[in-house]
């Protein structure tokens, strides 16, 4: 299971950390994504990052958002920095295990989601 948190208001130019908690004991097994729903928009990938560490980044964030994990917390971070009012949308942490880099990008290939945390971005 698990749980996405963090996002709330933020200024444009400024930064925000959004965490996805997992519970079980698998975690460090896991290939963990983020996913954002912008308003009217599809659910669109943003980054991921497999089980040994492999990312990608969607072109739109790459440079200014940084995914990261910490197995020993069962926890992956989604630093956002240089935040823009297009990204302001609901963000999904999304897991998979042992889920490769080449597929990371794909909605359908996740089983499991959080509830979404929602980041607003303001001029």
């Known amino acids: 299971q698990l749980q996405a948190y963090g996002g709330g208001l933020v200024q444009a130019g400024g930064s925000l950390r959004l965490s996805c908690a997992a519970s079980?004991?698998?975690?460090?097994?896991?290939?963990v994504g983020w996913f954002r729903q912008r308003p009217g928009k599809e659910r669109e990938f943003v980054t991921a990052?497999?089980?040994?560490?492999?990312?990608k980044y969607a072109d739109s964030v790459k440079g200014r958002f940084t995914i990261s994990r910490d197995n020993a917390k069962n926890t992956a971070y989604l630093q956002m920095n240089s935040l823009k009012t297009e990204d302001t949308a609901v963000y999904y942490c999304?897991?998979?295990?042992?889920?490769?880099?080449?597929?990371?990008?794909?909605?359908?290939?996740?089983?499991?989601w959080g509830q979404g945390t929602l980041v607003t971005v303001s001029s």
């Open positions: 999304a897991g998979r295990q042992v889920l490769g880099l080449s597929r990371v990008t794909l909605l359908s290939e996740y089983i499991e």
């Open positions: 990052i497999t089980w040994i560490d492999g990312v």
């Open positions: 079980g004991r698998t975690f460090s097994a896991y290939t």
